[in-house]
């Protein structure tokens, strides 16, 4: 009997190196030899990544998808390569606090996701009670907000909340994400420059969100998980110095750390001239930064890419306070592509470990992340020396608000491919909702 693809003459990435050759694909899985084919899809010129799966993304789905929605989410990630998408807790209404928040989210995703998913539940100082309950619908794993969240029905974890949100985790066998910013320092910094200025601009918003502010809730999350043998995953970091803080740490906590394309691609300056579309919280800092975190990047110190994705409508982002406008940026569709045209270039096998390999054995998803036997087909066929200019028409998420439309990208997805089927070809969404939920395995 014929196997159900063949993709034929495809330079492919693999953990150790590209090769070209030939993939085979059936029933959702790549597997081994040389076997005729109901459907071949010509790969030369063409370079195979494993699917990317962005473990952080706000799709704000139910409740605020005026905001987003799973729909254009992940129709925008599937874009950009991704197969697989992991779902904040926030700025969902209700956020994903206990089992009955986790099932809407879940009946939203599945009448809407072209790609698999998994589900953040949240840990605050409201659902401690709520956890096993989680744990027991399959989360991924906890995320904390050591700040300020900025969603009022999403509390900022204290001390006291993450140390017993970790002892759960622990308990439970899953991983705790840390918003990592000491709100005292950030609060006491913004209320000093208010007291002082009228108005608070891009430059203030940088000025009261330091690295140190980083660096302390960092050290604070890895003490706490060191002690209570908890796995521990710094999101977003916006600097070298967090990130070889976090690789230091490692001796003693079980720790990981992301960062972002908009850390290494984007500068203080950018955000200056294009406004609160450039906004995030911790911020995105001066020049320097993002070229000693791209260099971290190559030295392998940094564990994953997520996108951190949080649109919201213009009308929100407009206001003419900068601290006032609503902060997140939109970039779901360009973490590949920022991956492939930043210089000096990264391997090829390095991209698809930070945005595939390493996430799924961080996160314990057996069968996801890598191009081999008995692995899910989940891929990116990418010409890789394609340069385009992004414009807003071949964006797919709602609002079309990427801070870099305009610039020049080097590295164009033309299909992607979820266990075995196609949803994006040649700039359009080809399928109907096919995604899963994965849940994260034993140790």
Not at 133 to 153: P, T
Not at 380 to 401: I, P, Q, W
């Amino acid at each position: 009997m014929p196997i159900d693809l063949a993709i034929r003459g495809a330079a492919v990435v693999t953990p150790t190196g590209v090769v070209q050759k030939d993939l085979f694909i059936d029933g959702g899985k790549f597997v081994d030899g040389e076997s005729a084919a109901t459907q071949t899809i010509d790969g030369k010129g063409l370079t195979a990544f494993p699917g990317l799966i962005d473990s952080h993304v706000h799709f704000n789905e139910p409740g605020r998808t005026d905001w987003e929605g799973i729909a254009t989410g992940s129709a925008a990630l599937a874009a950009g390569g991704g197969t697989c998408f992991f779902d904040m807790p926030l700025n969902s209404s209700p956020p994903t606090l206990d089992g009955e928040s986790f099932d809407l989210k879940l009946a939203a995703a599945k009448a809407s996701a072209v790609t698999d998913y998994a589900l953040w539940g949240g840990l605050t100082p409201t659902n401690l009670d709520k956890l096993d309950e989680l744990a027991s619908r399959g989360v991924i794993g906890f995320k904390a907000f050591m700040s300020n969240s900025g969603i009022e029905d999403f509390s900022r974890a204290d001390d006291w909340t993450l140390e017993h949100g970790m002892d759960a985790a622990a308990r439970l066998g899953l991983i705790v994400a840390v918003h990592a910013e000491n709100e005292e320092m950030v609060a006491g910094k913004t209320a000093w420059m208010r007291s002082r200025l009228p108005n608070l601009g891009a430059r203030d918003w940088v000025y009261t969100r330091e690295p140190l502010a980083e660096a302390d809730a960092i050290q604070r999350a890895l003490l706490l998980a060191s002690h209570l043998k908890c796995r521990v995953h710094v999101v977003h970091i916006s600097n070298r110095y967090c990130v070889e803080l976090v690789n230091v740490l490692k001796a003693q906590a079980d720790a990981s750390c992301e960062t972002c394309p908009h850390y290494f691609m984007l500068t203080a300056e950018d955000v200056k001239q294009l406004g609160a579309i450039a906004k995030c919280a911790p911020p995105i800092r001066v020049a320097p930064h993002g070229n000693e975190l791209w260099v971290a990047i190559h030295k392998g110190q940094v564990d994953t890419i997520g996108s951190d994705h949080s649109p919201a409508p213009w009308s929100m982002k407009s206001d003419p306070d900068f601290f006032k406008a609503w902060g997140g940026i939109s970039g779901v569709q360009t973490t590949l592509a920022s991956l492939l045209t930043r210089e000096p270039y990264l391997p090829l096998e390095r991209i698809a470990a930070l945005t595939a390999s390493n996430v799924a054995k961080r996160f314990r998803l057996a069968g996801k992340g890598q191009i081999a036997a008995g692995f899910d087909a989940d891929l990116a066929l990418v010409d890789v020396n394609d340069r385009y200019t992004l414009t807003r028409e071949m964006l797919l998420d709602r609002h079309k608000l990427s801070p870099y439309v305009g610039r020049t990208f080097r590295g164009l997805v033309k299909r992607t491919i979820v266990r075995g089927q196609t949803v994006f070809v040649d700039g359009r969404i080809v399928s109907e909702p096919i995604g899963q939920l994965v849940k994260p395995g034993a140790a």
